[in-house]
């Protein structure tokens, strides 16, 4: 049975889903959460985007939520890496007991940043370049299951292995976690535009690339099919990144699978306006709305964006 309670089950996945305006319950503000570190680091191309210690973030979101920011998506960056989900879970623990209820937290779950090499997945130990598929499958949700018994509101995988989201939907549902949802990044593009995410959430690979995972831009059945197969594997909510290489995709997914697709503004695609603002350019909050509307009319209903802090100042009302 699919289960459509999941996507009611709180007011701030309701506003996030509501399907009327543009508004900043529409919007999904990333936060890079560094074990160890003692208050924020700036990340340079990120405008106010920071790698921050625990106190730093919870001050972060103490200020968002006064700008009416609800939903966030947190990227875990653990100190020692290898498999373990433990700073992932003591990060959200320390948040969500206190905040609670006022903020939705999606939890970005992926190998990335804490694997050794900085891939998205494990290798057979003796084919350095050969994706051990199962054990992949396994630490990913593993890490789900983590993440949901620490309070997580919601799992979004990013990792592109074959049949993670029913494996992750399975161990969800199997430990009392069914009324977690599932958001997907279900077409994501083998992309140039990730380059000041990969330095923040330390997860430049160490060898090769993420082409035997992620999709060519060129192929627009793989990027349907790709949605659609995230879908039929029990996703709540499906998106498509980077935001500007998909617009033409976000209606046709969304017709085909009936589920709310959202897009992700990556790390180049907003550090890119915020450059040209530098340079005198191009005015950085009109461009950024701008960018925002042209996602909304493709018929984007959510968007997870760098900016999302910044909406208020924009003129893009609450709710
Ligand atoms: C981790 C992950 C990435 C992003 C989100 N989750 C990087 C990647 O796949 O290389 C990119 C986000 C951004 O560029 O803003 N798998």
Partial sequence: MKHLMRSRANPHIRELLAQDGLTISKLIQPLFVVEGLTG??????????????IDAALRQIENDLNNNVRNFMLFNIPANKGISADFGAKTIKAIKDRFRADIHLWVDTCLCSSSVDGHCCIFHKDQSTKIDLDASLKAIAYYALCYADAGADGI?????????????????????HANIAIMSYSTKFASEFYGPFRGAADSVPAFGD??????????????????????????????????MTSIDLVAPIHEKSGL???????????????????????DFDKA?????????????????????????KLGVTKT
């Fill in 40 to 53: 924020e680091e700036e990340i340079p191309a990120l405008l106010d985007n920071f790698r921050m210690g």
């Fill in 156 to 176: 979004a995988p990013s990792d592109m292995m074959d049949g993670r989201v029913g494996d992750i939907r399975k161990t969800l549902d199997e430990s009392g």
């Fill in 210 to 243: 993420r082409r035997q995972y992620q999709i060519d831009v060129r192929n627009r059945d793989d990027a349907i099919n790709s949605s659609l197969r995230c879908s039929k594997e029990g996703a709540d909510m499906l998106m498509l990144k980077p935001g």
């Fill in 260 to 282: 709310p697709v959202g897009v992700y503004q990556v790390s180049g695609e907003y550090a890119s306006i915020a450059l040209l603002a530098r340079e005198g350019l191009i």
């Fill in 288 to 312: 950024l709305l701008e960018t925002w509307q042209i996602f909304w009319r493709s018929g984007a209903q959510f968007i997870i964006t760098y900016g999302a802090r910044k909406a208020h």
